[in-house]
T-cell receptor
Framework: NAGVMQNPRHLVRRRGQEARLRCSPM?????VYWYRQLPEEGLKFMVY????????ESGMPKERFSAEFPKEGPSILRIQQVVRGDSAAYFC?????????????FGQGTRLTVV | DQQVKQNSPSLSVQEGRISILNCDYT??????FLWYKKYPAEGPTFLIS?????DKNEDGRFTVFLNKSAKHLSLHIVPSQPGDSAVYFC??????????????FGKGTLLTVNP
């Protein structure tokens, strides 16, 4: 029973390029959450998705950022025209239910560096 | 506007002694609290949680205490082991507007357990 899989683990992009971060939830989990951790900070909620639906994107910047969770395949967090301030660790979590009373299981993260 | 605060960036204890990690919150709508443990270059791993209807939850060496009136919770680890050395994040979720899936994290406390 594989855990939450994120790839790539490390991603380097030049300013202005696009970054695509992938997340495969645990088997049987249809709820996916993306969090961002800036240096010396805690994790900050970005977006919550269910299959083919964005439920809550209140934590995601309005411009350049988008997320999807298609019927088939992993969830994708896409950052267009990256800037140095986008450098962070991006974590994906999944859960079998909407409520996080159980617990959300986190992936190992993608560390994005913008040069 | 930090709604979950971990005021101690680091804590150092001797093996076998008790580790006490503290967390304060400001949002009275939070009704579920979680502790996550994080090793470098890995994602957070769920440790223990507590609902606001309880004041204590115990799981092996880990106990979480919740003081609702003070908006304070603490994680006790006893006895502490070197393998417990990690960053510990306090997180909270609430049912405000149905957002009980969204975790609000503190900045974390780095625990070092010395042999």
């Amino acid at each position: 029973n594989a855990g939450v899989m994120q790839n790539p683990r490390h991603l380097v992009r030049r300013r202005g390029q696009e970054a695509r971060l992938r997340c495969s939830p645990m088997k049987g989990h249809s709820h996916v959450y993306w969090y961002r951790q800036l240096p010396e900070e805690g994790l900050k909620f970005m977006v919550y998705l269910q299959k083919e639906n964005i439920i809550d994107e209140s934590g995601m910047p309005k411009e350049r950022f988008s997320a999807e969770f298609p019927k088939e395949g992993p969830s994708i967090l896409r950052i267009q025209q990256v800037v140095r301030g986008d450098s962070a660790a991006y974590f994906c979590a999944s859960s079998p239910y909407m409520e996080v009373e159980g617990e959300a299981f986190f992936g190992q993260g993608t560390r994005l560096t913008v040069v | 506007d930090q709604q979950v605060k971990q005021n101690s960036p680091s804590l150092s204890v001797q093996e076998g002694r008790i580790s006490i990690l503290n967390c304060d919150y400001t949002n009275s709508m939070f009704d579920y609290f979680l502790w996550y443990k994080k090793y470098p270059a890995e994602g957070p791993t769920f440790l223990i949680s507590i609902s606001s209807i309880k004041d204590k939850n115990e799981d092996g060496r880990f106990t979480v205490f919740l003081n609702k009136s003070a908006k304070h919770l603490s994680l006790h680890i006893v006895p502490s082991q070197p393998g417990d050395s990690a960053v510990y994040f306090c997180a909270a979720s609430g049912n405000s507007g149905g957002s009980n899936y969204k975790l609000t994290f503190g900045k974390g406390t780095l625990l070092t357990v010395n042999p």
